[in-house]
């Protein structure tokens, strides 16, 4: 009799349900495994250009790069940088695209909670039709507006001045959906209690619309500065001095002075010293990146 009862210890039947289970968890441990393979070389992909870069940033501009030294050479020194910050005006620069960047934020925020406020509390004739010709923006490419943009700022007088660069940002159409369905959630009641109580609409809009919002505007904020940080076409076509030059314009003026473009540790310098504010910020402040984006629902 107990020979015909199947020990403890013994494999589960294939056709049961525990079976089943156990070969679906082996499955999905598998996936897990593979999944992490993936992710590991993707990131290994990444990672090598830009380590690449920064051993070649501190090769000796005497020592040439070779099959043997492709890395970071015998003699690491930082001698590009200080060469790199000498021969452009990098500080500038610098200064140049930290208040474009800043500028173009600030009047952004402000923009599109208006407009993000509007298209989600009041009714008005045509809001349908204005909202889908802000949204159509969104397919409308940066390139195709340049001629026109850039028509309208020599009008205005305005060519190679840091307005020029901020100018066109100054509205955003994914900032202005992303804040109306952000709205949108915030219960109508909130608002009633909030005019009872004799606030007026932007009183409503502060207390009552924006601090709930506030995840989706750090998420539209990081985006904004990530990419006014690296625009150039637009820069490049309306700056022509130092004084209004962004980096990226910088570097690649940089790169054409003399045989600069020959050597490669002052070039991966110069582009370090463009991107290394942008990387360090992510890689500190990685965690507060992806919750904002979470916290908003983007995707």
């Known amino acids: 009799m107990s020979s015909s009862l199947a020990s403890p210890s013994s494999p589960l ?8 289970l156990s070969v679906r968890l082996h499955r999905f441990r598998l996936l897990d495994a593979s999944g992490v393979v993936v992710l590991a070389i993707v990131a290994i992909g990444w990672a090598v250009p830009l ?7 501190v090769h000796s501009p005497d020592e040439p790069i070779t099959a043997s030294n ?4 015998s003699k690491p020194t930082l001698s590009n940088y200080a060469q790199a910050f000498q021969i452009a005006p990098f500080a500038q620069y610098y200064v140049n ?12 925020l ?3 909670s208006l407009a993000g406020y509007a298209f989600a509390r009041y009714r008005f004739r045509g809001q349908n039709l204005l909202f889908f010709l802000i949204l159509l923006q969104l397919m409308v490419p940066s390139s195709a507006l340049i001629v026109p943009n850039y028509s309208t700022i020599r009008q205005l007088h305005l060519f190679d001045t840091l307005v020029a660069v901020m100018l066109p940002y100054f509205g955003s159409a994914f900032g202005v959906f992303l804040m109306r369905q952000t709205f949108k959630t915030v219960p109508r009641d909130l608002d009633d209690a909030a005019r009872v109580d004799g606030a007026n609409w ?12 506030r995840p989706a505007m750090v998420a539209f904020a990081l985006s904004s500065i990530s990419f006014h940080w690296n625009d150039f076409l637009w820069p490049l076509v309306v700056t022509n001095s130092t004084n209004s030059r962004p980096l990226t314009v910088g570097l690649a003026v940089f790169t054409q002075l003399g045989e600069i473009g020959a050597q490669w540790p002052l070039v991966t310098a110069g582009t370090l010293i463009v991107v290394g504010p942008l990387l360090v910020l992510f890689l ?13 629902g983007l995707k």
Do not use: D, K
């Open 202 to 213: 932007l009183q409503t809009l502060w207390h009552v619309y924006i601090p709930p919002a």
């Open 51 to 57: 380590i690449w870069a920064m051993a070649v940033s």
């Open 110 to 112: 402000v923009t599109i």
């Open 97 to 108: 695209t930290i208040l474009i960047v800043a500028g173009i934020l600030v009047v952004q």
């Open 70 to 73: 492709l890395w970071w050479g």
């Open 284 to 296: 500190v402040f990685q965690r507060q990146f992806i919750e904002s984006f979470l916290h908003s």
């Open 13 to 20: 039947p294939r056709g049961s349900a525990a079976g089943r």
